[in-house]
């Protein structure tokens, strides 16, 4: 059975930090590209981060870039995210997926349900 278990949310100040992880199982994580989406509660889903199957690249949307960090461990079957300087705009639910990307289209895969973070004083 394929799981994607997100942990590490939680409430925090704004400018605080928070680490997430996703733990995979069920299928080869070393194989896949690995995503990071956060939806707010009452609006549609947004692309935070993406990373390549090896690490060896990483990509953030413009709202988190050089605050947020996307990592990965294949021996340890998990995928992070880092998040510093949070902002209560960051409020959301975060989910950890798997993608492919088709005729440059990012499909998604396998999901987990997600961990909430939420940002405010």
């Known amino acids: 059975e394929v799981q994607l278990v997100e942990s590490g949310g939680g409430l925090v100040q704004p400018g605080g930090s928070l680490r997430l992880s996703c733990a995979a199982s069920g299928f080869t994580f070393g194989d896949y590209n690995m995503s990071w989406v956060r939806q707010p509660l009452g609006k549609g889903p947004e692309w935070v981060s993406a990373?390549?199957?090896?690490?060896?690249?990483?990509y953030y949307s413009d709202p988190v870039k050089g605050r947020f960090t996307i990592s990965r461990d294949n021996t340890k079957n998990t995928l992070y995210l880092q998040m510093n300087s949070l902002k209560p705009e960051d409020t959301a639910r975060y989910s950890c997926a798997t993608y492919t990307v088709v005729d440059g289209t990012a499909h998604y895969g396998y999901w987990g349900q997600g961990t909430q973070v939420t940002v405010s004083s």
């Open positions: 990373i390549s199957s090896s690490g060896g690249r990483t």
